[in-house]
């Protein structure tokens, strides 16, 4: 298990597109992986669970991954939030 925290920088956080990319980015991977906010944990893979966060702009989330390519996942995940959805 690998985890890692990023703070979300978009201005709108993680709704719409922005969850939207972040979801089928989680996709690509093996590994589970999920979003924790407070005491919440979400599969990062479903898009109804990210946008059920509410997560808005310099929120701070962890990201946790579990499989064979969890450090990546995890890596990959956190620069897409800190890459303000830039890819």
Known sequence: MY??????MNQVGLRARPA??????ANEFKSSVWLEKDDRKVNAKSLLGVLSMGIVKDTSVS??????????AVTTLCQLISSDFAE
């Open 3 to 8: 985890a890692k925290e990023a703070v979300v």
């Open 20 to 25: 939207t990319f972040f979801t089928q980015k």
């Open 63 to 72: 990201i946790v991954a579990d499989g064979p390519d969890e450090e990546v």
